[in-house]
């Protein structure tokens, strides 16, 4: 891809999240530690939160921190959505973590720690009560290394 095409997809993505963040306010956001830094494939991340508002729209976040070592420039998840009334969705997500010359995307933490928050889903959700959201990670190596955590950040947007 040129280096013109590749600058304005990544300023795209930018102003998307830029904008689905305005007039929202940080709903729910939880981070859990994987385990040796090795984020097993059969190792499901889950996050719980409650609904009140079914009026409400919700911006969903994949959150990963990731040390400098983590071996590529992206990253797929699968991830399924549990509702209070036994239904769900699911699908899968590519993040791209780093610019093709290798320099990560995300913000540096003590300078060996890559956060990053990445926008993915948007909706409405239906019903009053608890959701599960569970994460998988959905690359090619059982154990994916230099994984930190894992988190997920729902902004409830005022509009």
Known sequence: MPKNKVLLFSFLILAVVFHSCKGGDIYFQEYTEIENQSWDMKNVKSFDFEIRDTNALYDFFFNL??????????IFVFWKLESPD?????????F?????????????????????????????L??????????????????????????????????
């Open 86 to 94: 036994g239904k769900t969705k699911t699908d899968t997500a590519q």
């Open 126 to 159: 239906p019903t009053r009560g608890v959701y599960t959201f569970n994460f998988t990670q959905g690359m090619r190596d059982n154990e994916l290394l230099e994984v930190k955590d894992v988190g997920l950040k729902i902004i409830k947007r005022n509009e």
């Open 96 to 124: 791209i973590l780093a610019r093709p010359n290798g320099q990560w995307l995300g913000n540096s933490a003590s300078g060996t720690v890559i956060d990053n928050s990445m926008y993915f889903f948007k909706t409405k």
């Open 65 to 74: 921190r990731n040390t400098n070592d983590y071996p590529y420039a992206n």
